[in-house]
Protein backbone atom coordinates (compact mmCIF):
# COMPACT_ATOMS: atom_id res chain seq x y z
CA UNK A 1 0.00 0.00 0.00
CA UNK A 2 1.43 3.09 -0.86
CA UNK A 3 2.42 5.36 1.95
CA UNK A 4 -0.48 8.42 1.71
CA UNK A 5 -2.57 5.80 1.39
CA UNK A 6 -1.51 4.24 4.45
CA UNK A 7 -1.30 7.31 6.21
CA UNK A 8 -4.99 7.53 5.18
CA UNK A 9 -6.00 4.24 6.25
CA UNK A 10 -4.71 5.45 9.41
CA UNK A 11 -6.25 8.43 10.14
CA UNK A 12 -9.70 6.86 9.20
CA UNK A 13 -8.84 3.75 11.67
CA UNK A 14 -8.35 6.03 14.60
CA UNK A 15 -11.87 7.12 15.49
CA UNK A 16 -12.17 3.02 15.46
CA UNK A 17 -9.71 2.42 17.89
CA UNK A 18 -10.56 5.17 20.34
CA UNK A 19 -14.18 3.72 20.36
CA UNK A 20 -12.88 0.02 21.16
CA UNK A 21 -10.47 1.05 24.14
CA UNK A 22 -13.78 3.29 25.31
CA UNK A 23 -16.52 0.56 25.02
CA UNK A 24 -19.42 1.15 27.67
CA UNK A 25 -19.33 -2.88 27.66
CA UNK A 26 -22.16 -3.12 25.03
CA UNK A 27 -20.63 -5.83 22.69
CA UNK A 28 -23.18 -6.51 19.99
CA UNK A 29 -21.78 -3.74 17.49
CA UNK A 30 -25.21 -1.11 17.96
CA UNK A 31 -27.88 -3.58 17.61
CA UNK A 32 -29.41 -2.87 21.01
CA UNK A 33 -28.57 0.90 21.76
CA UNK A 34 -31.06 2.80 23.45
CA UNK A 35 -32.26 4.48 20.42
CA UNK A 36 -31.48 4.69 16.36
CA UNK A 37 -30.77 8.26 17.64
CA UNK A 38 -26.79 7.79 18.57
CA UNK A 39 -25.45 10.30 21.22
CA UNK A 40 -27.81 13.04 21.32
CA UNK A 41 -25.66 15.80 20.65
CA UNK A 42 -26.07 19.70 18.29
CA UNK A 43 -25.57 17.82 15.19
CA UNK A 44 -27.90 15.79 13.37
CA UNK A 45 -27.25 13.49 10.52
CA UNK A 46 -29.64 11.50 8.05
CA UNK A 47 -28.27 8.22 6.92
CA UNK A 48 -30.44 7.14 3.63
CA UNK A 49 -29.56 3.65 2.37
CA UNK A 50 -30.50 1.49 -0.43
CA UNK A 51 -31.30 -1.60 1.64
CA UNK A 52 -34.06 -3.53 3.08
CA UNK A 53 -34.53 -3.67 6.71
CA UNK A 54 -33.45 -7.20 8.12
CA UNK A 55 -30.83 -7.44 5.06
CA UNK A 56 -27.76 -8.63 7.22
CA UNK A 57 -25.73 -6.38 5.12
CA UNK A 58 -27.54 -2.98 5.79
CA UNK A 59 -28.10 -4.12 9.64
CA UNK A 60 -23.88 -3.89 9.96
CA UNK A 61 -24.03 -0.70 8.35
CA UNK A 62 -26.55 0.81 10.63
CA UNK A 63 -24.67 -0.72 13.40
CA UNK A 64 -21.53 1.23 12.44
CA UNK A 65 -23.71 4.74 11.56
CA UNK A 66 -25.29 4.11 15.30
CA UNK A 67 -21.83 3.27 16.73
CA UNK A 68 -20.03 6.34 15.44
CA UNK A 69 -23.46 8.59 16.58
CA UNK A 70 -23.11 7.36 20.00
CA UNK A 71 -19.54 7.43 20.19
CA UNK A 72 -19.00 11.37 18.85
CA UNK A 73 -22.11 12.72 20.36
CA UNK A 74 -24.60 13.05 17.02
CA UNK A 75 -27.75 12.25 16.55
CA UNK A 76 -27.89 9.62 13.73
CA UNK A 77 -31.18 8.85 11.80
CA UNK A 78 -31.00 5.58 9.88
CA UNK A 79 -33.30 4.90 7.22
CA UNK A 80 -33.57 2.59 3.82
CA UNK A 81 -36.04 1.65 0.92
CA UNK A 82 -34.60 -0.44 -1.72
CA UNK A 83 -36.95 1.65 -4.11
CA UNK A 84 -35.36 4.49 -5.64
CA UNK A 85 -37.96 7.07 -6.08
CA UNK A 86 -39.05 6.50 -2.28
CA UNK A 87 -35.33 6.77 -1.14
CA UNK A 88 -35.48 10.49 -3.00
CA UNK A 89 -38.48 11.13 -0.86
CA UNK A 90 -36.43 10.32 2.01
CA UNK A 91 -33.90 12.39 0.94
CA UNK A 92 -35.98 15.52 0.05
CA UNK A 93 -38.00 14.87 3.61
CA UNK A 94 -34.07 15.13 5.57
CA UNK A 95 -33.60 18.49 3.65
CA UNK A 96 -37.21 19.89 4.84
CA UNK A 97 -36.07 18.63 8.27
CA UNK A 98 -32.98 21.09 8.40
CA UNK A 99 -30.51 18.18 9.14
CA UNK A 100 -26.89 18.99 9.31
CA UNK A 101 -25.24 16.30 6.83
CA UNK A 102 -26.62 13.50 4.78
CA UNK A 103 -25.19 10.06 4.21
CA UNK A 104 -26.59 7.92 1.18
CA UNK A 105 -26.36 5.23 -0.82
CA UNK A 106 -26.64 5.39 -4.62
CA UNK A 107 -27.55 1.95 -6.53
CA UNK A 108 -29.57 3.98 -8.80
CA UNK A 109 -27.49 7.26 -9.04
CA UNK A 110 -30.11 8.99 -11.91
CA UNK A 111 -32.91 8.25 -9.69
CA UNK A 112 -32.42 9.95 -6.55
CA UNK A 113 -29.46 12.66 -8.33
CA UNK A 114 -31.57 15.69 -8.21
CA UNK A 115 -32.47 15.23 -4.31
CA UNK A 116 -28.73 14.69 -3.45
CA UNK A 117 -27.89 17.65 -5.40
CA UNK A 118 -30.67 19.58 -3.60
CA UNK A 119 -29.25 19.12 -0.41
CA UNK A 120 -25.96 20.26 -1.60
CA UNK A 121 -27.48 23.06 -2.93
CA UNK A 122 -29.14 23.57 0.64
CA UNK A 123 -25.92 23.58 2.08
CA UNK A 124 -26.45 20.30 3.33
CA UNK A 125 -22.96 18.36 3.24
CA UNK A 126 -23.38 14.56 1.25
CA UNK A 127 -21.00 11.44 1.78
CA UNK A 128 -22.33 8.91 -0.35
CA UNK A 129 -21.51 5.41 0.89
CA UNK A 130 -21.32 1.79 -0.80
CA UNK A 131 -22.52 2.35 -4.46
CA UNK A 132 -22.48 5.12 -7.20
CA UNK A 133 -18.70 6.03 -6.35
CA UNK A 134 -17.89 7.49 -9.39
CA UNK A 135 -20.99 9.99 -9.78
CA UNK A 136 -20.66 11.22 -6.05
CA UNK A 137 -17.80 14.01 -6.90
CA UNK A 138 -20.27 14.95 -9.76
CA UNK A 139 -23.39 15.17 -7.35
CA UNK A 140 -21.31 17.62 -5.23
CA UNK A 141 -20.91 15.32 -2.44
CA UNK A 142 -17.45 15.81 -0.17
CA UNK A 143 -16.49 12.65 -0.35
CA UNK A 144 -17.24 8.75 -1.02
CA UNK A 145 -17.35 5.68 1.17
CA UNK A 146 -17.52 2.56 0.07
CA UNK A 147 -15.86 0.03 -2.35
CA UNK A 148 -14.86 -0.03 -6.15
CA UNK A 149 -17.00 -2.46 -7.46
CA UNK A 150 -14.76 -2.91 -10.48
CA UNK A 151 -11.73 -3.52 -8.62
CA UNK A 152 -13.83 -5.74 -6.18
CA UNK A 153 -15.09 -7.77 -8.76
CA UNK A 154 -11.81 -7.92 -10.60
CA UNK A 155 -10.72 -9.28 -7.14
CA UNK A 156 -12.94 -12.09 -7.47
CA UNK A 157 -12.37 -13.00 -11.02
CA UNK A 158 -8.33 -13.39 -10.01
CA UNK A 159 -9.31 -15.48 -7.26
CA UNK A 160 -11.54 -17.39 -8.57
CA UNK A 161 -9.08 -18.38 -11.79
CA UNK A 162 -6.52 -18.92 -8.82
CA UNK A 163 -8.48 -21.61 -7.85
CA UNK A 164 -9.04 -23.11 -11.19
CA UNK A 165 -12.52 -21.64 -12.54
CA UNK A 166 -12.99 -21.00 -16.15
CA UNK A 167 -16.92 -20.77 -16.90
CA UNK A 168 -18.28 -18.52 -13.95
CA UNK A 169 -21.93 -17.95 -13.22
CA UNK A 170 -22.74 -14.44 -12.03
CA UNK A 171 -25.93 -14.05 -10.52
CA UNK A 172 -27.24 -10.34 -10.25
CA UNK A 173 -30.27 -10.07 -7.86
CA UNK A 174 -31.20 -6.18 -8.42
CA UNK A 175 -32.02 -5.17 -11.41
CA UNK A 176 -30.61 -1.82 -12.33
CA UNK A 177 -28.27 -1.97 -9.79
CA UNK A 178 -25.10 -0.66 -11.77
CA UNK A 179 -23.10 -1.76 -8.87
CA UNK A 180 -23.66 -5.71 -9.63
CA UNK A 181 -23.02 -4.77 -13.42
CA UNK A 182 -19.40 -3.32 -12.47
CA UNK A 183 -18.34 -6.84 -10.16
CA UNK A 184 -19.63 -8.63 -13.17
CA UNK A 185 -17.52 -6.76 -15.65
CA UNK A 186 -14.73 -6.87 -13.56
CA UNK A 187 -14.82 -10.30 -12.59
CA UNK A 188 -14.44 -10.63 -16.42
CA UNK A 189 -11.31 -9.06 -16.43
CA UNK A 190 -9.79 -10.79 -13.61
CA UNK A 191 -10.88 -14.43 -14.73
CA UNK A 192 -9.68 -13.56 -18.05
CA UNK A 193 -13.09 -14.76 -19.44
CA UNK A 194 -16.37 -13.46 -20.09
CA UNK A 195 -18.67 -14.04 -17.12
CA UNK A 196 -22.34 -15.05 -17.97
CA UNK A 197 -24.86 -13.51 -16.15
CA UNK A 198 -27.86 -14.10 -14.98
CA UNK A 199 -30.89 -12.22 -13.02
CA UNK A 200 -32.55 -12.86 -10.23
CA UNK A 201 -34.67 -11.46 -7.97
CA UNK A 202 -33.70 -10.46 -4.12
CA UNK A 203 -36.88 -11.11 -2.97
CA UNK A 204 -38.11 -14.41 -4.12
CA UNK A 205 -34.92 -16.64 -3.20
CA UNK A 206 -36.32 -19.58 -4.04
CA UNK A 207 -37.16 -18.69 -7.46
CA UNK A 208 -33.71 -17.50 -7.57
CA UNK A 209 -32.69 -21.12 -6.41
CA UNK A 210 -34.74 -22.49 -9.41
CA UNK A 211 -33.22 -20.17 -12.20
CA UNK A 212 -29.48 -21.17 -10.81
CA UNK A 213 -30.00 -24.66 -10.61
CA UNK A 214 -31.71 -24.29 -14.35
CA UNK A 215 -28.72 -22.59 -15.62
CA UNK A 216 -26.45 -25.15 -13.95
CA UNK A 217 -28.18 -27.77 -15.56
CA UNK A 218 -28.10 -26.64 -19.47
CA UNK A 219 -24.69 -25.81 -19.02
CA UNK A 220 -22.72 -28.51 -17.29
CA UNK A 221 -18.85 -26.26 -18.11
CA UNK A 222 -20.25 -24.28 -15.33
CA UNK A 223 -17.82 -24.40 -12.71
CA UNK A 224 -18.05 -21.69 -10.43
CA UNK A 225 -20.77 -19.54 -9.51
CA UNK A 226 -20.41 -16.25 -8.02
CA UNK A 227 -23.40 -14.54 -6.10
CA UNK A 228 -23.55 -10.72 -5.09
CA UNK A 229 -24.86 -11.27 -1.90
CA UNK A 230 -24.66 -13.51 1.22
CA UNK A 231 -28.28 -14.54 0.77
CA UNK A 232 -28.19 -15.70 -2.40
CA UNK A 233 -24.95 -17.19 -2.38
CA UNK A 234 -26.94 -19.44 0.18
CA UNK A 235 -29.49 -20.57 -2.16
CA UNK A 236 -26.78 -21.02 -4.88
CA UNK A 237 -24.65 -23.48 -2.78
CA UNK A 238 -28.54 -25.53 -2.92
CA UNK A 239 -28.59 -24.97 -6.11
CA UNK A 240 -25.12 -26.92 -7.09
CA UNK A 241 -26.58 -29.76 -5.15
CA UNK A 242 -29.88 -29.54 -7.03
CA UNK A 243 -28.19 -29.85 -10.22
CA UNK A 244 -25.99 -32.65 -9.49
CA UNK A 245 -23.05 -30.18 -10.42
CA UNK A 246 -19.73 -29.67 -8.57
CA UNK A 247 -18.99 -25.94 -9.43
CA UNK A 248 -17.58 -23.75 -6.64
CA UNK A 249 -19.63 -21.08 -5.02
CA UNK A 250 -18.28 -17.64 -4.11
CA UNK A 251 -20.30 -14.67 -2.81
CA UNK A 252 -19.95 -10.99 -2.59
CA UNK A 253 -20.48 -9.93 1.38
CA UNK A 254 -20.62 -11.92 4.57
CA UNK A 255 -22.94 -13.52 6.63
CA UNK A 256 -23.54 -16.75 9.52
CA UNK A 257 -24.70 -18.66 6.70
CA UNK A 258 -21.75 -17.82 4.23
CA UNK A 259 -19.15 -18.32 6.97
CA UNK A 260 -20.49 -21.40 7.65
CA UNK A 261 -20.13 -22.38 4.13
CA UNK A 262 -16.99 -20.90 4.31
CA UNK A 263 -15.92 -23.12 7.20
CA UNK A 264 -17.73 -26.53 5.93
CA UNK A 265 -15.91 -25.95 2.65
CA UNK A 266 -19.81 -25.34 0.39
CA UNK A 267 -18.77 -21.89 0.03
CA UNK A 268 -14.94 -20.90 -1.64
CA UNK A 269 -14.55 -17.24 -0.74
CA UNK A 270 -16.31 -14.41 0.22
CA UNK A 271 -15.24 -10.51 -1.03
CA UNK A 272 -15.44 -8.55 2.17
CA UNK A 273 -16.56 -5.12 1.75
CA UNK A 274 -16.55 -4.05 5.60
CA UNK A 275 -19.79 -2.67 5.50
CA UNK A 276 -19.09 -1.71 9.11
CA UNK A 277 -17.14 1.61 8.20
CA UNK A 278 -19.34 2.25 5.45
CA UNK A 279 -21.37 3.80 8.44
CA UNK A 280 -19.17 4.73 10.60
CA UNK A 281 -16.48 6.45 8.96
CA UNK A 282 -19.23 9.19 6.85
CA UNK A 283 -20.42 10.11 10.23
CA UNK A 284 -16.48 10.91 11.31
CA UNK A 285 -16.36 12.56 8.42
CA UNK A 286 -19.64 15.04 8.34
CA UNK A 287 -18.66 15.53 11.68
CA UNK A 288 -15.16 17.13 11.01
CA UNK A 289 -16.48 19.25 8.04
CA UNK A 290 -19.60 20.52 10.26
CA UNK A 291 -16.74 21.66 12.99
CA UNK A 292 -13.51 22.25 10.82
CA UNK A 293 -14.10 21.90 7.39
CA UNK A 294 -12.17 19.09 6.37
CA UNK A 295 -12.55 16.62 3.82
CA UNK A 296 -11.25 13.30 3.13
CA UNK A 297 -9.88 10.99 0.29
CA UNK A 298 -8.98 14.10 -2.06
CA UNK A 299 -11.87 13.64 -4.17
CA UNK A 300 -11.09 10.18 -4.61
CA UNK A 301 -13.38 7.16 -2.69
CA UNK A 302 -12.18 5.97 0.46
CA UNK A 303 -12.10 2.10 -0.03
CA UNK A 304 -13.23 -0.11 2.42
CA UNK A 305 -12.45 -2.85 0.66
CA UNK A 306 -12.11 -6.00 -1.09
CA UNK A 307 -10.66 -8.25 1.20
CA UNK A 308 -11.05 -12.03 0.72
CA UNK A 309 -12.72 -14.41 3.95
CA UNK A 310 -11.86 -17.40 3.25
CA UNK A 311 -10.33 -21.00 5.09
CA UNK A 312 -7.32 -19.31 5.85
CA UNK A 313 -9.42 -16.49 7.63
CA UNK A 314 -12.01 -16.71 8.53
CA UNK A 315 -13.00 -18.27 11.88
CA UNK A 316 -10.93 -14.93 13.35
CA UNK A 317 -13.69 -13.50 11.40
CA UNK A 318 -16.83 -15.38 12.39
CA UNK A 319 -16.62 -13.84 16.21
CA UNK A 320 -16.68 -10.16 15.02
CA UNK A 321 -19.57 -10.98 12.42
CA UNK A 322 -21.54 -12.81 14.98
CA UNK A 323 -21.04 -9.28 17.29
CA UNK A 324 -23.02 -7.10 14.21
CA UNK A 325 -19.16 -5.81 13.34
CA UNK A 326 -18.42 -7.88 10.22
Known amino acids: MPAPRRLLAFALAAPLLLASCTTDGNESGGGDRESAG ?67 SMANPDAIQESVEAAVAAGIPVVTINSGGDRSAEFGAIGHVGQDETIAGEGAGRELATDGARTVLCVIHEAGNIGHEQRCAGASTGLGAQVQPVQVDINDLTGAQSTITSQLQSDPSIDAVLTLNSAVAAVAVESVADAGSEADVATFDLNQDVISGIQDGSILFAVDQQQYEQGYLPIVMLKLYAENLNTVG ?28 R
Not at 300 to 313: C, E, K, R, Y
Open 298 to 325: GGQPVLTGPGIVDATNVDEIADLASAGT
Open 38 to 104: GGGGDLSFSVITHGSAGDAFWDVVQNGAEAAGEDLGIDVDYQSDGDPQRQAQLIDAAVNQGVDGIVV
